[in-house]
Structures are given as C-alpha cells and as structure tokens.
T-cell receptor
C-alpha cells in the first residue's frame, strides 16, 4: 500500500461527456504528478504540482484537460468532451520536495490508477 | 515522447533463473529509477540509483548505471513466479522541472 489513493478506479463514459478523477497523495508529500498510460506503453507525464501551484504541463495536456490542486492536498483531473483516444489508465503519484520539517525524496509513489474507457 | 527504452520488450524465463533487463536514456540525469507494474495496477518503486553511483543492490535486485553509455540494467536473481510483471526504468533529467521520463517497459514472465 503506497498511501496514494485514486477514485474512481474505473470509469466508462460516452464520447463527448466530461469526466473528473481524484487523487489523494500521501499526506506529507507536497508534490503531486499526473501521468497517462496506454496499453503496452510506459507512463507519460501530464502535469505536476508543488503544493497548489501547477509547475509543469506536458504538450499532451490539451485544452480539454485541466488539473487542479486547490488546497495543496488532493488533486482533480478533468477531461472535457472526451474522445476515444482519451481511453487510458490515468496515474497519480506524489513525492516530497523537502521543507523545514520534511525530508526530500526523489522517489514517486504511485496510486492504483483510474482506468478510463471512452465508448 | 518517452526517453527511456527497455530491452528486451518481453522476457520469459523459468523460476529460479536470473532475469536481466536493460534501459537506455537520452539526456543527463540526476538519478534513474526502476519500477514494477503488475497487470492493470499502479507502479511500485523498486530501486533508485544516483548519477554518481555505478551499482546498487536491494535484496534480489541489482542495478547498474553507466552514465557514459546512458544505460542501466536491472538484474533479478533467483526469479519467482511472483516476479511476473512489467518493469520500467524512469530517468530523472537534470534540466528544468521535467519529472520522470519512463520507457516502454519489459514484460517479464516467470514460469513455475
């Protein structure tokens, strides 16, 4: 158990619908990452946050994708007007960038993922 | 685009044998990490090797890093059926805020 949780674990939706996924990181971690993984491929980076600030976004993150981490704790990833090509596993990970009372870790701890199927 | 490339893409061995997986990457790195993923599940961190390290051990795992060749290898000794999974290397690039860059993975099957 890595301590990162994601909900829902599975989502089936029709093309054109909006979907939202949630990630709860390990509580003391201030960095949170989103990745997308398609069958037979490794995870591809989408975006990451340090606390509530979104520091980096991949070119994979089209205008239909938006991620938030409003209070620097949990994060949501929303996909608007879903397309069949959005079908994938969406993975969340967290790590610590360090701080006054936080050790830094280069290791990212992954959640179980949300599998999205767009029909 | 993915920076890391694992080799082989798939590997099938008998229980008790050793499994070796290789990884190549493209840019300078802070560290290189290996993860395991069971089918349809999240990734589990196995081991991290820093750019100034050449070899690291953890239980039945041995990782090597050759920064001059931009390559790493993961050796699993005395494999077990439970080691059946996909194994990914992930490069932590030196430049900018780019997070881990994963390869496509090696699918390991250990036959009992």
């Amino acid at each position: 158990d890595t301590g990162v949780s994601q909900n829902p674990r599975h989502k089936i939706t029709k093309r054109g619908q909006n979907v939202t996924f949630r990630c709860d990181p390990i509580s003391e971690h201030n960095r949170l990452y989103w990745y997308r993984q398609t069958l037979g491929q490794g995870p591809e980076f989408l975006t990451y946050f340090q606390n509530e600030a979104q520091l980096e976004k991949s070119r994979l993150l089209s205008d239909r994708f938006s991620a938030e981490r409003p209070k620097g704790s949990f994060s949501t990833l929303e996909i608007q007007r879903t397309e069949q090509g959005d079908s994938a596993m969406y993975l969340c990970a967290s790590s610590s960038a360090g701080g006054p009372s936080l050790p830094s870790t280069d290791t990212q701890y992954f959640g179980p993922g949300t599998r999205l199927t767009v029909l | 685009s993915q920076q890391g490339e694992e080799d082989p893409q798939a590997l099938s061995i008998q229980e008790g044998e050793n499994a070796t997986m290789n990884c190549s990457y493209k840019t300078s790195i802070n560290n290189l990490q290996w993860y395991r993923q069971n089918s349809g599940r999240g990734l589990v961190h196995l081991i991290l090797i820093r750019s100034n390290e050449r070899e690291k051990h953890s239980g039945r795992l041995r990782v090597t890093l050759d920064t001059s060749k931009k390559s790493s290898s993961l050796l699993i000794t005395a494999s077990r059926a439970a080691d059946t999974a996909s194994y990914f290397c992930a490069a932590d690039p030196v430049s900018g805020n780019t997070p881990l860059v994963f390869g496509k993975g090696t699918r390991l099957s250990v036959i009992a």
